[in-house]
């Protein structure tokens, strides 16, 4: 059973930067594609970026292109999302997920194993 688990939240200030680590267990990442979900209070989680399983292709929402990057390290078994120039907005609490299929997308529905989430704060 694929297990993952999220690391690296905290509090920043506005502009800050952050990097989240995504660990998986159990399997090997590589067969998966690993997305980043975010989830405010009141709110819908969405998603924030995703990687095929190869790390070839990736997708970003509009609201954080330019500003995160996602990236895997399939022999450490971890995938990362490196936020930059955070805004206050970005406060959520961030899962990472993976699906079996080698291409990715945004849609929660497609993903079948989910971290705890970590919680990230951007406040002066």
């Known amino acids: 059973q694929l297990q993952l688990v999220e690391s690296g939240g905290g509090l920043v200030q506005p502009g800050g930067s952050l990097r989240l680590s995504c660990a998986a267990t159990g399997f090997p990442l590589d067969y998966y594609a690993i997305g980043w979900f975010r989830q405010a209070p009141g709110k819908e989680r969405e998603g924030v970026s995703c990687?095929?399983?190869?790390?070839?292709?990736?997708n970003y929402a509009d609201s954080v292109k330019g500003r995160f990057t996602i990236s895997r390290d399939n022999a450490k078994n971890t995938v990362y999302l490196q936020m930059n120039s955070l805004k206050p907005e970005d406060t959520a609490v961030y899962y990472c997920a993976a699906t079996p299929y080698p291409n990715c997308g945004l849609a929660t529905h497609v993903y079948d194993y989910w971290g705890q989430g970590t919680q990230v704060t951007v406040s002066s």
């Open positions: 990687i095929s399983s190869s790390g070839a292709n990736t």
